[in-house]
């Protein structure tokens, strides 16, 4: 039985505890996958700005391209970080913020997945991601 992008996003979310902590959830609209990083007064690592703990940033946009990979590459298991290069672009202030991944090239064992965060606006990102997935044997 084959289950629907939306259970797997949903399976997905569930079963990674940080993506709890954080309190990401993600948005589906048909193929295309938003991930939405509400604020939390946890998740602030500079309280002069306020301004997001840059790891906070990294972990939501890692997060990100493996909930992509959830939907597109299903597995029972979830898939292996190999590499990330994050360039931070800007502050991430005190609201909510969003991402969305872009799979560039997914091979049999590899993923190179490319993703972007924001705020108010998409088009200025406060963060971009680009890494390496390998993606589990039982997909």
């Known amino acids: 039985m084959s289950e629907s992008a939306a259970d797997q996003l949903s399976a997905f979310l569930q079963r990674v505890p940080y993506v709890r902590f954080l309190g990401m959830r993600a948005e589906l609209a048909g193929d295309e996958m938003t991930a939405v990083l509400p ?7 500079n309280v002069m700005l306020p301004a997001l703990h840059g790891g906070v940033i990294g972990a939501f946009l890692e997060m990100t ?3 992509q990979l959830s939907v597109t590459q299903p597995s029972a298991r979830v898939h292996k970080t190999i590499d990330v290069t994050i360039e931070y672009l800007r502050p991430g202030r005190a609201v909510t913020t969003y991402a969305r991944a872009d799979l560039r ?35």
């Open 39 to 45: 604020f939390a007064p946890h998740l602030v690592g």
């Open 65 to 67: 391209a493996l909930a």
């Open 105 to 139: 090239k997914v091979g049999r064992r590899i993923a190179n997945v490319h993703v972007e965060a924001w705020q108010e606006a998409s088009d200025h990102p406060v963060a971009f991601l680009r890494g390496h997935f390998l993606l589990s044997a039982d997909s």
